[in-house]
């Protein structure tokens, strides 16, 4: 099985920063990498997919990038609405959709 | 408009079954897969398994193979999930998801499950 982790579990910034988040796997997946943000009691929102596509209505300030183990989710200048937890997930380890361990991004 | 609206909140006691569902509209039912993700209180999120409306074609994460049943009926443009004996540990927030290519486009907004005697 293909294991995601995720660096850092715990992030702690300001408006105004800008923050990095990293996926590695366990084995290569191509671009077949997904973000996804949770807020408190609300279903994940899609990010980002095929490691860098922004996902249509997704503030321009997110961006992804890699390929093969090691990926990030970069977000440029941090909003008050960007405090969540984000989690990475590879499709390409069909059916097999493994999720990182998440990522909770709080503030400083 | 794209939506998957899942059934409500559910409290059972241990040994009960249960099927919660999730239903499918503003899109072609048959024609994308659909997915079940498991989050525990205060925890990440796991792939439990998808099933494809059209051929009505089955995976399961191996984690939850035999633990849950996965179907659809997609003259109603409904997939479902459900338990033949439900234990403490299956309480958790459950959510339904669109696959598109390489992504999880669309969620509902969850079935939170409590199982407690």
């Known amino acids: 099985d293909i294991q995601l982790t995720q660096s850092p579990s715990f992030l702690s910034a300001s408006v105004g920063d800008r923050v990095t988040i990293t996926c590695r796997a366990s084995q290569g997946i191509s671009s077949y990498l997904a973000w996804y943000q949770q807020k408190p009691g609300k279903a994940p929102k899609l990010l980002i997919y095929a490691a860098s596509t922004l996902q249509s209505g997704v503030p321009s300030r997110f961006s992804g990038s890699g390929s093969g183990t090691e990926f990030t989710l970069t977000i440029s200048s941090l909003q008050p609405e960007d405090f969540a937890t984000y989690y990475c997930?590879?499709?390409?380890?069909?059916?097999?959709?493994?999720f990182g361990q998440g990522t909770k991004l709080e503030i400083k | 408009e794209v939506q998957l609206v899942q059934s409500g909140a559910e409290v059972k006691k241990p040994g009960e079954s249960l099927k919660i569902s999730c239903k499918g509209s503003?899109?072609?039912?048959?024609?994308?897969?659909i997915g079940w993700v498991r989050q525990m209180p205060g925890k990440g999120l796991e792939w439990m398994g998808i099933?494809?409306?059209?051929?009505?074609?089955?995976r399961y994460s191996p984690s939850f193979q035999g633990q849950v049943t996965i179907s659809a009926d997609k003259s109603i443009s409904t997939a479902y999930l459900q338990w033949s004996s439900l234990k403490a540990s299956d309480t958790a927030m459950y959510y339904c998801?669109?696959?598109?290519?390489?992504?999880?486009?669309?969620w509902g907004q969850g079935t939170l499950v409590t199982v407690s005697s």
């Open positions: 503003g899109y072609s039912f048959t024609s994308y897969w």
């Open positions: 099933i494809y409306p059209g051929d009505s074609d089955t």
């Open positions: 997930q590879q499709l390409n380890s069909y059916p097999l959709y493994t």
């Open positions: 998801v669109r696959r598109l290519n390489g992504c999880f486009d669309y």
